[in-house]
């Protein structure tokens, strides 16, 4: 019997019937139907023990401390940590994304030698030989650029670089270095620090304390538990932003000039009945301020009207614990005498030293005997000495080290700065990340990244009491990186350089046994705190009194107020993959960042909504759209700083622009401090 | 008449008979790769001989959620160095333990990602209600791995979450297990 045609069809029937009552079709359908939710690329959940890690947090300008959770051994995500004095269970946007920055497609894998326009792999020994050589080479010519001012990495940097026999110790900018120098002008020594928590009354002269400026996450929960107290915070500065928006009251104040207002507010307090006669320097003080800085012209350089000046000195007056906080809004560029002016302030309501008050910190002790002191790199001006190389009035280092900073990127008067490290003669970067200074070095160690390596962190800047911070490295580094700290005792062992240190390890157990903290309690989270402020003995403004700096108007151009996003990074960390969705499309819209104009503004310069504008000054030139918002004063210009990247990666690259490019610095003369709070600039159609 | 019924009838029934005997004995052949566990582990050593109870290995997060397999933690307090003489022990302890690297366990009931599972909900029913009763076995089952999903063939499905939930008056509510 063949198969016929008739036979065949039967067959194909019998099957396709008998398949119906086998699970074929249906499990196929149903296994295809999972098969097309299983892409490789769906994130999947990590499975194992659930544990978490007392870490630390330095991407912003601060430090503080956090924890890292961990399922099977692998970080998932950082929260607030509640033991922490500078947290209090609080996080600040850059925290937040901290534990995916460990992947970051920005992360330098392995050390790196510069290979004419690119990057050969290399490894560690060849790393360290090479770095020893080249400091036996370049004698005491070395200089080193460290973006961390609370870690004891910094004093090891700085160790070595001054048993070269250089005191080329530099700091990026910030608010210490001023703060420092404004408390010495005072007859003062010490660290500043805000008891923000203790105050009843808290003046914000351009302090973005909510948003970006000192401790954030710790100003917030001070902020937050004000609330119920009643305590009272007003914000003072050119634009509405974050800490703006929940302040019980903003004041507008032309860009920079806050400073100025202090002292229009301090003559309105010295001209009070009070008598003040026997406080060291009061007279000449209270002449000085009542002669030089009257409430009309007082109103007329900041924008303030006079009745508010009065009602604000009569406010703190009232208040009982009242606390002023001097700062610029990005967090940097105030010179010394600008933040003298806010502490004055402090002085003559007598708030320096008292609970709710400033209160003036020791320094961290020095365990590093070769390294410069906290106070010495203070007063040395990267900015000026960058400016200085560049322009050939000093020596270009032959040998310049970069840990935890990216210069190349993120300082004022910053085409002069690239030269100088053009000029250098050898570049070595300590970075996590293939950041401007990194793609530009010769030499890159990676750096082990926050949460793969032992730190400290010693009082950040604005710390209302002294603290300590020690913490243990919660993973074993993902790539090829080593801990800087200790890639430097190695070098400089090599280079036979005796720092007095074996390991970093060492170097923090000296620390914590200096200030009287256990390591191994700390290590396993226990914060060190101190409530121990050096007695001073202040007089107000003891150095020749003088007014204070102030950009003329000429009627063409505008103030810059350059404000500071942690969500879009910092000056040390680009935009985290994980904040991107957080950048609003009024704030950046395809590449193009968005600037800051009101209405009247706008029409004065004929510009509109969206409108592409070029922002030039001496320094430079950027690009931007323009965004009409009435939270901005007349003839002021809102830039962010922190976009504009030309390294990294896809994430921050060419996205907006750098408007560090426009930050044209001058140096103050009493203080020999750069100074760059009060750009002017011109905005006109790309 | 009859030559042609004939032709018709018993080719379909052949067809009829192949197609349910290859859908039910040759289809699941097709669909799922058999593996076996990385590492030989004898769960009646360790639940007879030394008295574990399943908790001491599979331990749950506070939560009740799935904390994932035992991990050479779990393991390194006694197997540091080789106890016995079983083959797969030297083995775990050499190409695991002293290269610090986790031994890649399969799961026989390892849910997808987009379900939550508490077992402390369920820890009125015995652990071999859902799961194989390894701890009566010197060597763990065949790990069938479907092809096509992925996942274990002993992969709970959704249709027995929720009869289940049905039969014992739990709800079969999506947030239930869709968190």
């Known amino acids: 019997m063949g198969l016929d045609r008739r036979s065949f069809i039967s067959l194909v029937a019998g099957g396709v019937a008998g398949s119906l009552f086998t699970p074929v079709i249906w499990k196929t359908l149903d296994d295809v139907s999972i098969w097309t939710q299983n892409w490789p690329w769906i994130p999947r959940l990590q499975y194992g023990e659930e544990l978490t890690f007392p870490a630390l947090c330095k991407l912003g300008s601060d430090a503080y401390g956090v924890k890292v959770k961990t399922v099977g051994g692998r970080p998932v995500t950082a929260e607030g940590n509640p033991d922490h004095p500078l ?23 392995n050390p790196k030698l510069k290979d004419g326009s690119s990057f050969k792999d290399i490894t560690w020994a060849e790393a360290e030989e090479l770095l020893a050589g080249k400091i036996r080479e370049a004698g005491s010519n070395v200089a080193m650029i460290s973006g961390d001012e609370t870690g004891s990495v910094t004093d090891v940097l700085s160790g070595l670089v001054g048993k070269a026999g ?26 500043v620090g805000y008891d923000i928590e203790n105050a009843n009354y808290v003046l914000l002269l351009g302090a973005d304390a909510l948003g970006s400026w000192g401790n954030v996450a710790r100003n917030g929960k001070a902020f937050s538990a004000s609330r119920e107290k009643g305590v009272k915070f007003v914000y003072v500065g050119p634009a509405q932003n974050g800490t703006s928006a929940v302040a019980d009251s903003w004041v507008p104040c032309n860009t920079g000039t806050e400073p100025v207002l202090a002292l229009g507010i301090a003559a309105v307090i010295a001209g009070t009945s009070r008598d003040r006669s026997s406080w060291p320097g009061f007279a000449s003080f209270a002449k000085f301020v009542q002669t030089a800085y009257p409430l009309d012209k007082v109103a007329e350089i900041t924008g303030v009207k006079a009745a508010v000046i009065t009602g604000l000195a009569q406010e703190l007056v009232r208040a009982g614990r009242p606390l002023v906080l001097t700062a610029a809004e ?52 990267l900015v000026a000495y960058l400016s200085s190389v560049a322009d050939g009035g000093a020596e270009a280092p032959a040998l310049l080290m970069v840990y935890g900073a990216n210069p190349a990127y993120a300082l004022p008067n910053l085409t002069k700065a ?121 007089a107000l403004w003891t150095t020749p009194l003088q007014e204070l700096a102030v950009a003329a108007k000429d009627g063409k151009s505008l103030a810059l107020a350059p404000v500071q996003r942690l969500k879009i990074g910092s000056a040390k960390i680009a935009i985290p993959p994980f904040n991107t969705n957080a950048i609003r499309f009024d704030e950046m819209l395809g590449n193009d960042m968005y600037v800051l104009l009101n209405a009247a503004t706008a029409k004065n310069l004929g510009l509109k909504k969206d409108d592409a504008v070029k922002i030039a000054s001496s320094g430079g030139e950027c690009k931007a759209r323009v965004r009409i918002f009435e939270g901005v004063m007349n003839d002021t210009v809102v830039a962010p700083l922190g976009l504009g990247h030309t390294a990294w990666d896809a994430f921050s690259r060419d996205k907006g622009d750098n408007v560090y490019k426009l930050l044209a610095a001058d140096t103050e003369a009493e203080s020999g401090l750069s100074r760059f709070a009060t750009v002017r600039v011109t905005v006109s159609k790309a | 008449m009859a030559k042609c019924k004939s032709c018709v009838v018993l080719p379909f029934l052949v067809g009829l008979v192949a197609s349910i005997v290859l859908g039910w004995w040759g289809f699941p052949k097709v669909l799922y790769s058999q593996k076996t566990q990385p590492i030989r582990f004898d769960h009646v050593v360790h639940v007879e001989d030394q008295a574990m109870a399943c908790e001491d290995c599979h331990a749950f997060r506070d939560d009740g959620s799935y904390a994932g397999m035992p991990t050479n933690a779990n393991c390194v307090g006694c197997h540091e160095d080789v106890q016995g003489e079983d083959p797969d022990e030297a083995r775990y302890v050499a190409e695991y333990v002293q290269q610090e690297k986790e031994v890649e366990w399969l799961g026989y009931q390892k849910q997808p990602d987009n379900v939550y599972f508490s ?27 479907n092809r096509l999903s992925g996942y274990s063939k002993d992969t709970m499905k959704m249709w027995q979450c929720e009869e289940c939930h049905a039969q014992s008056g739990a709800s079969n509510a999506c947030f239930v297990c869709h968190k």
Request: glycine share 8%; proline share 6%; with cysteine.
């Open chain 1, 330 to 381: 990005a967090g940097q560029g105030l010179g010394a005498f600008e933040l003298a002016a806010g502490m004055s302030l402090n002085m003559l309501l007598q708030r320096v030293n008292a609970v709710g008050g400033v209160r003036i910190l020791p320094w961290a002790p020095k365990v590093v005997e070769a390294a410069a002191d906290r106070k010495t790199m203070f007063a040395n001006d």
């Open chain 1, 87 to 109: 947290s209090l269970g609080g996080i600040c946007p850059l925290g937040a994304a901290s534990v995916h920055l460990l992947y970051s497609p920005s992360r330098v894998k």
């Open chain 1, 166 to 191: 250089s005191d080329k110790s530099f700091f990026m900018p910030g608010e210490s270095a001023p703060a420092a120098a404004a408390l010495a002008m005072l007859g003062g020594d010490g660290q």
């Open chain 1, 418 to 538: 690239q030269a100088a490290m053009d000029k250098a003669g050898f570049v070595v970067s300590f970075s996590s990340f293939m950041d401007e200074t990194a793609a530009m070095a010769d030499l890159i160690m990676p750096d082990s990244y926050a949460f793969e390596r032992l730190d400290d962190a010693y009082s950040p800047y604005g710390s209302g009491q002294p603290n300590y911070t020690v913490v243990a490295p919660v993973i074993k580094p993902v790539f090829d990186t080593r801990p800087a700290g200790d890639v430097l005792l190695v070098v400089a062992a090599k280079a036979e350089l005796d720092l007095g240190f074996e390991s970093f390890e060492d170097v923090v157990k000296a620390k914590a046994e200096a200030l009287g903290a256990d390591f191994d309690e700390m290590v396993e989270g226990a914060a060190w705190v101190s409530e121990e402020f050096p007695a001073q003995d202040l």
């Open chain 2, 119 to 145: 077992h402390i909900a369920h820890k009125e029913l015995d652990c071999t209600s859902c799961h194989p009763d390894v701890a009566n076995m010197s060597t763990p089952p065949v790990y069938y791995e």
